[in-house]
């Protein structure tokens, strides 16, 4: 059984920075793509950041180019993903997806929650 | 970037009713289109891939159509438990990958 496990969030301030993780199993973690994707409160679903499986191709959102980093380490079967320079925006529940090998998101994990405020 | 747009924002059907969504692209996403559904508090969940083929363990009363910039996803048979917020998802081009704002199908 394929699960995602994303851990890391909290309450942050304005400016601060924040990582998340994801702890994948149940699949062979270095054939997949991964992505993070994330939800306001009470809004529609954004594609943050994705990364390939050997780490040679990664996008960003331009919402959070500059500002925030994909990483994967397939030893630990697990993803990251540094947020920098936070702004009130990027509040939202942050989560792990599973690339299909065509870039839709077959799995999901259950979400981190992120909240950047004073 | 591709825009997706999808309409209406709410549907209101009735139990046992056809729902009928869409999903429109801002140029050409080919067949490169997912669908996914989200209930309250829950994660999405894939429904559709390929514009027209239905993810594991999907029951065949969702069917989804279209290609280039037109899609639809439809639900034969309401059920109660298909209330939910349904997205739609270019994977044509990346970065970035896109999705629709969102439509809230609801019991009339």
């Known amino acids: 059984e394929v699960q995602l496990v994303e851990s890391g969030g909290g309450l942050v301030q304005p400016g601060r920075s924040l990582r998340l993780s994801c702890a994948a199993s149940?699949?062979?973690?270095?054939?997949?793509?991964m992505h993070w994707v994330r939800q306001a409160p009470g809004k529609g679903l954004e594609w943050v950041s994705g990364?390939?499986?050997?780490?040679?191709?990664?996008g960003y959102a331009d919402s959070v180019k500059g500002r925030f980093t994909i990483s994967r380490d397939n030893a630990k079967n697990s993803l990251y993903l540094q947020m920098n320079s936070l702004r009130a925006e990027d509040t939202a529940l942050y989560y792990c997806?599973?690339?299909?090998?065509?870039?839709?998101?077959?799995?999901w994990g259950q979400g981190t929650l992120v909240t950047v405020s004073s | 970037e591709i825009v997706m747009t999808q309409s209406p924002a709410t549907l209101s059907v009735s139990p046992g009713e056809r729902a009928t969504l869409s999903c429109r692209a801002s140029?050409?996403?080919?067949?490169?289109l997912a669908w996914y559904q989200q209930k309250p508090g829950q994660a999405p969940r894939l429904l559709i891939y390929?514009?027209?083929t239905r993810a594991t363990g999907i029951p065949a009363r969702f069917s989804g159509s279209g290609s280039g910039t037109e899609f639809t996803l439809t639900i034969s048979s309401l059920q109660s438990e298909d209330f939910a917020v349904y997205y739609c998802?270019?994977?044509?081009?990346?970065?970035?990958?896109?999705f629709g704002q969102g439509t809230k199908l609801e019991i009339k």
């Open positions: 997806a599973k690339d299909s090998e065509m870039y839709y998101f077959d799995y």
């Open positions: 149940g699949f062979t973690f270095d054939d997949y793509a």
């Open positions: 990364i390939s499986w050997n780490s040679g191709s990664i």
């Open positions: 140029q050409s996403v080919s067949s490169n």
């Open positions: 390929g514009a027209s």
């Open positions: 998802q270019q994977y044509n081009n990346w970065p970035p990958l896109t």
